[in-house]
């Protein structure tokens, strides 16, 4: 039904006589229909879906979108090979090929200046998304994250979502060797060299950026400022605190513990070249320990044999804080003459609970049931993989809407119960909604970044003997590379998005 090219369109036919009385009888869920049916392209990454309840789920919606609004929807999908690449290279091109397309925060703070996306206008949305506004009317901010210089260009996901970065670990190993369970970092430290030390052909992780978050989150509460590839850090107990991660002395004994683990063996020797993936890894028995968000634990938990009694763990007692809703947005295509059908589209996919469930959980009663109190049972999680619908994981997580989203009452053990004590004490911090447009200070970006990658890479896989040495040869590049003016025009950006 997808045709390949990674374009997936189902093609419904409707008289022309019943739009006709649609429109007539004032049924359709946008004042009047297009006189003729639009398509709307929806590019967005991950690879396409082999389910076919997913393509089930999809002819639903584009029967509703037919009845609703004279429009279908054709969804591409570009891979998980450098999609942004591609994206960038997409709208380079001028092409009106495409409508909408999903787009990261960092991304969109590097492209938005170069006007590559549609501006949209109060105007624009008000006419296009009546259900938005009418939401915005309780929390006008909940669309600040897809602002660029006070200009919109995006539409985020409508959720500040509270980050809190989780390790998942072998019971059966644990248990094996003799260990406590954990209370606290030092002991998921130890328990990864100890497995390293005694399983033949096991590493301790798969190295990631992932480390890095579960390392300070717990111990502080800072929030990563979106457009500067998560360098640029605020401390969300004050007001306006910005600083640049490498210049802390968290990140010096970051890269002490990524030496002591290096040495121990925890990682591949190629760790730096290693492309396979850290979910794979563990799951295959490859690796000791799994390092991300909770949720995805326990999404990895539950793929694991039973009797490896993967077990999850959060620590820390200061409160985490929200990522930004920016993190992943919907842009729009300047070039495309299907712009309002797109943001009507858009309209009832996150706002209308009926579109919004059948997306993101497909069909009630065959897919999942309601458990109450914000949560949903999975009725398919039983079957083959290539027979359940999982709508969140094909690139929908852009549409999350926290009025509507539900959470699975049977997640692996102790996963519900970390994220909700997670939401009741993380904090939502102002600048979690700011996207920092370095475009105004191009050249020091340039070279700073450049420093980074000359000299993080290095620390955060344990390949340097002397940390302290190095670690003054990187705050000396950033210094001389400009990252007192650089930090000058984040702070001054900042105060403005505060002040306004």
């Not at 429109?23 to 879906?49: A, F, H, I, Q, R």
């Not at 994220?419 to 050249?443: D, R, W, Y």
């Amino acid at each position: 039904m997808m045709r390949k090219k990674i374009k997936s369109i189902i093609a419904i036919i409707i008289v022309l006589s019943t739009i006709f009385a649609l429109v007539g009888c004032g049924e359709s869920k946008k004042t009047g229909l297009n006189d003729d049916t639009v398509t709307v392209v929806w590019v967005m990454e991950g690879d396409e879906p082999t389910s076919e309840q997913y393509d089930k789920v999809w002819k639903k919606v584009n029967e509703m979108l037919l009845e609703d609004l004279n429009v279908q929807v054709e969804l591409e999908f570009l891979g998980y090979t450098n999609p942004d690449n591609q994206k960038q290279l997409r709208l380079a091109s001028g092409t009106n090929d495409f409508e909408m397309m999903k787009m990261g925060g960092s991304l969109l703070a590097q492209l938005a200046p170069r006007f590559a996306f549609a501006e949209l206008t109060d105007e624009l949305l008000q006419e296009n998304m009546p259900l938005m506004m009418k939401a915005l009317e309780i929390d006008p901010t909940r669309i600040e994250g897809g602002k660029v210089d006070g200009v919109q260009y995006a539409i985020p996901m409508m959720k500040t979502n509270i980050s809190n970065s989780c390790v998942a670990i072998r019971g059966d190993l644990r248990e094996k060797y003799g260990l406590d369970v954990p209370t606290c970092k030092e002991d998921i430290y130890e328990y990864i060299k100890v497995i390293v030390a005694n399983e033949s052909g096991m590493m301790g992780l798969q190295k990631s950026l992932a480390l890095w978050s579960f390392y300070y989150q717990g111990d502080v509460s800072w929030g990563a400022l979106t457009g500067t590839d998560n360098y640029v850090l605020f401390d969300a107990t004050e007001e306006c605190n910005l600083f640049m991660k490498y210049t802390t002395e968290e990140y010096y004994n970051y890269a002490l513990l990524c030496r002591e683990l290096k040495e121990a063996g925890c990682w591949s020797t190629d760790a730096i070249n290693d492309s396979r993936s850290a979910e794979d890894l563990f799951e295959s028995g490859l690796t000791a320990a799994y390092f991300h968000n909770v949720d995805t634990c326990g999404m990895r938990a539950q793929n694991m044999p039973e009797e490896w009694n993967v077990e999850i763990y959060r620590f820390g007692d200061c409160g985490d804080v929200a990522s930004s809703p920016s993190a992943s947005t919907m842009v729009f295509n300047p070039n495309s003459e299907h712009l309002e059908s797109a943001l009507q589209v858009l309209d009832l996919f996150m706002f209308d609970e009926e579109y919004y469930n059948l997306i993101q959980l497909g069909f009630e009663g065959e897919n999942w049931e309601d458990a109450g109190e914000g949560y949903y049972r999975d009725l398919d999680g039983n079957l083959p993989e290539t027979e359940q619908y999982k709508g969140n994981w094909y690139a929908t997580w852009n549409l999350i809407n926290k009025d509507f989203e539900r959470r699975n009452i049977e997640n692996y053990t102790g996963v519900n119960e970390i994220f909700n004590k997670a939401q009741e004490e993380g904090i939502v911090h102002p600048l979690t909604k700011m996207i920092f447009n370095s475009e105004v200070i191009p050249t020091e970006k340039a070279v700073i970044w450049s420093e980074i990658s000359r000299y993080a890479n290095a620390l955060e896989f344990g390949m340097v003997a002397d940390v302290d040495t190095y670690y003054k040869n990187l705050i000396n590049a950033l210094e001389t590379a400009g990252l007192d003016k650089f930090m000058a025009e984040v702070q001054k950006q900042a105060e403005e998005f505060l002040k306004n």
